[in-house]
C-alpha cells in the first residue's frame, strides 16, 4: 500500500496541524444529536480554530498556560482544543457532568483537576456553565470561566506568533484511575506526533483519499480524541463523529452511520461491542452495509473473544469482514497505543493452563481438562518503540513469562504534570512501568491483569481475575463486575469480594460465591458484598474501579448509597449546587469589579461578560 | 402529544423489558431509577427507548438532574409542553 512519507517532516503537532490546513478535499463531520451534519475540510477546521486561538491570546492566554474544557458537543470540543493548540496553549479536557446523578462525586473531581492543572480558564457551553460556577472560588489558580461562544465570535486581529518544540507539552490527559489524587498526563508535541504516525501508518497503514473513520467515543477519553481527532489529523484521513450520547442512548447508531458515512475504521472499547450486537437486528434496514469497514479497534479495557465473536456474528451478514477486528493495547501514559494486532487477520486467542500461571507465572497452552484461561492477543509493538515483560528486579523475561509489561519509545509522553515523584515511579531507565500484568509469546503481548491488584492471602501471590473469573462462573453475578481484593485482619490479609447481582437474584448468592472459590480455589473468603447493578464503583469510561471499591468496602459506604439516596436527596444535591454555583458567580463578578482597579486588562474582561 | 401518567408508566415498563428482558411490578412516581436493577449503560438504553417511543429528545443536562420516574413524567410534561 502506498503511504504518504511527507509526514516525516513534522517535528510537532503543531506542524502536522498546520500542514493539514492546506487539505481542502477532506476534513471532520460532525453529527448533531439530530444526526444533523456540520462539515468542515482540515483547512476550514484549521482556520476556526486559529481564530478560536487569537480569542485565548486575547484573554490573556499564553503558551503553556493550561485551558480547562467541559465541552460535551464534539464540534465546539475539536475546534477549541485545537483552537488553543495553535497558540501553545495547553488545553485539559475533562468530562462533561452528564451521567444520572451523581454530582457531588463530579465536582469533587472537577475541583481536583482544576486545582492540579492550574488552569487559568475553564471554557464550557451555556447549558452547563450553571452548575460550574461554584468552582471558580474553589479551583485554586483559576481565574475565570468563559463559554464557548465567545471563541466563535469573529476574531478580526492579529495573533501572536508562537513555536513549540517537541518537548513543550501539547495537552493534559487526566487518568480517570483515582479521583483523589488526578494525575495529569503530559502530553507532548513530540510524544504526540510520534504515536499519531505509529497509529495511522505502521499500525492501520491508512490511505487518506480512501479511508474514514467513524467514532462515538468521548473526546475527553485518550480513545476518541488521540485516535479519532489528532491521528487523523496528522494523517489527512476524514472523520464523521457521533455524539457520545447518541450512542448510549441508541447503539444502532454506531453501526448505521458506518453504512451511511461508509467508515473503513472504527475503534471502541469491548463493553460497546456487546451493546452494537444486542441491537444488531434493528441495524438491519434496507442498504444496512458495513462490507468496507477494514477494522474495528478494540480497546481501554479488558478485552473478552466471546463478545468479539458476538459482535463478528452479529454484523457478518451487513458484510462485516471476520477479518476487521483488531484488538489493540494502549494508555495514556504511552500517549495512547502501545501495540495492535495485525490487520486483516482477526482477533486471535491463547488458551493458558491456569494452574501453571497461577503458581509459576508461566502461560503454558492448556491442554486436556486442566482449568484454562483465554486470553485475547494484543499484537505487537510499533517500530522505534519497544514492549517486553520485566520482573519486580528489572530484569527482562524471556517469552512466555508472566510479568509487568513495560514500554519504551518515542511515543511515551512525558510524565505527570508536576508530579515528580508519580513520574519517577511510572518512568524508570526510560521504560514506561505500565503497572498491567502479562506476558509476550513471540512478541505478541497478551495482558492479563493489573499488578497493583495482586492479593496476597497467606505469603501466596494470587490474581484476582484468577479469584474474580470462578465467581463470574456463580449464576446470579454479572459477569465483569466482580472485585476481589485483601483486606487486613488481625494476623494476615482477608479476602473479600464485592459482585453486582443480577436482579432476580436470592439471598443465598453470597453463600453460594463463598462456596465457588473454596472449590475451585482452596480459599476461604472473609465477606462476600452482594451490590445491585451498576453498585460497584467505575470509572466515567465503564472500568472497575478496584482501590475505590476496596476503600468503599472499608469505609462502609459501598452499598449504602444505593438504599439512602432517593430522589429527594438527589433534587436536594442538584439544589444545593446550583445555589454554590450562583453565590460563587455573584462573588467572582464582586471580585472582577474590584480587580478592575488593577488592570486594564481585567476591565476589558469585566465589561464583556 | 401529551400523555397520561399512567401512559407513561407502561411505556417505561415495556421499555425496561425490551431492554433487560424484566418485568416491573409496582411502579409509581416514587419508584427511583437507581432502585430498577439497570446499570448505567442499561438506564441509558432505557432513556433512549423512552425517546423513540414518545417521538422526543430529552436534553442531556436535564438526564444529570433524573432520578425517579416522577422526574422522569415532570420532564416529558414539560417537553411535549414545549
Known sequence: MPVDQSYLGDATFLDALLRAGEVTSRGFTFLSSDLEESAYSFAELVAEARKRGRHLQRLGLRKGDRLAMVIPESEDFVLTFLGAVTVGVVPVPMYPPLALGKLDGYMETAERILSTSRARLLVTTKKVAPILWSLAGKAQGLEDIITVDRLAEPAPFDGEPVSVSPSDPCFLQFTSGSTSDPKGVVVTHGSLIHNARAIMFDGLQSTPETDKGVSWLPLYHDMGLIGFVLSPIVAHVACVFIQTMSFVKRPTVWMDMVSKYKGTITFAPNFAFALAAKYAARNNKEGFDVSRLRVVGCGAEPIHAATLKKFSEAFAPAGLSPHAIMPCYGMAEATLAMSFDPLDRGYSTLTIDRETYENDHVAKPAEGDAAKVELVACGSTFPGHQLAIMDPDGKILPDGHVGEIVFAGPSVANGYFENPEATRAAIKDGWLHTGDLGFLRDGVVFVSGRMKDLIILNGRNYHPQAIEWEVEKVSGIRKGNVVAFAVRGEDTEKLVIVAEARKDAGPELAEQVKDAVKNALGLSVHEVLVVPPGGLPKTSSGKLQRRKTRSGFESGELGRENRTLGSNATKATVARHLTKSMMAKLRHRVGRVTRVLRSPMDLMRAGRS | ?82
Open chain 2, 1 to 82: 402529544m401529551a400523555r397520561t401518567d399512567a401512559e407513561i408508566i407502561e411505556l417505561f415498563k415495556t421499555a425496561v423489558f425490551e431492554v433487560d428482558n424484566k418485568k416491573l411490578g409496582d411502579v409509581t412516581q416514587q419508584t427511583t431509577l437507581a432502585s430498577l436493577g439497570l446499570d448505567s449503560v442499561q438506564t441509558m438504553e432505557v432513556i433512549g427507548a423512552m425517546e423513540e417511543k414518545l417521538n422526543v429528545q430529552f436534553p442531556d443536562e436535564d438526564l444529570a438532574t433524573l432520578k425517579s420516574i416522577g422526574d422522569l413524567m415532570n420532564l416529558i410534561h414539560r417537553l411535549s409542553r414545549a
